[in-house]
């Protein structure tokens, strides 16, 4: 077989698939945790596309105080919660924990999020351990991503979280890092 006909042969299965489109993975899938890359931290745009950017959105929404200090709310029969603003595929979220609450294990679906700190302190409870997040404290997270957020301490916290595409489930599971003696069998 020459060169020629090398090139016009139909393509085999392995070569279709490599040449095929490849499947689109957001930028945190594909650099891992964003928040570890300070130079790639870009300032928020009108209509952010990457997780940098989100990240971006967050830092310039907690920093301006007065956009949503006013609104929080504690409640100490359920999380209150408050959708501050919604953008093309992406919505922000203003929370408030009173001590002891938490929100369960849980993932965000088919959403990648950022999840910033604006007062208190909240626990961050995953099957790598707890992790303290104190005011101005960000992660990021890919679809699903499951974790625990949970006021562990003896005062009130307030978090902003940014959700992209917009948050359409939040499955729970049964389970709970926070509580090891839930995960033996």
Known sequence: MNST???????????????????????????????????????????????????????SIAADRSAWEHLVQYDATSRWYHRLRTGPGYE????????????????HGASSGVLTVLEGELTEHTARGPLALGAGSQRVFAPGYAHEVQNDSL??????????????????????????????V
């Open 5 to 59: 006909s090398t090139l016009n042969a139909a393509p085999t299965t392995a070569v279709a698939e490599a040449l095929a489109p490849a499947r689109v993975e957001s930028d945190l899938q594909i650099a891992g945790d964003i928040l570890s890359v300070q130079h790639l931290l870009q300032p928020a745009r009108e209509h952010p596309a990457t997780v940098a950017e989100f990240v971006g959105l967050a830092r």
């Open 155 to 184: 005062d009130g916290a307030v978090s902003l979280h940014v959700y992209f595409p917009g948050l359409t489930e939040m499955p729970m599971h049964s389970c709970s890092p926070a509580r090891p003696e839930a995960l033996s």
């Open 92 to 107: 922000v979220w203003l929370l408030s924990w009173v001590p002891g609450q938490g929100s369960g294990l849980h993932d």
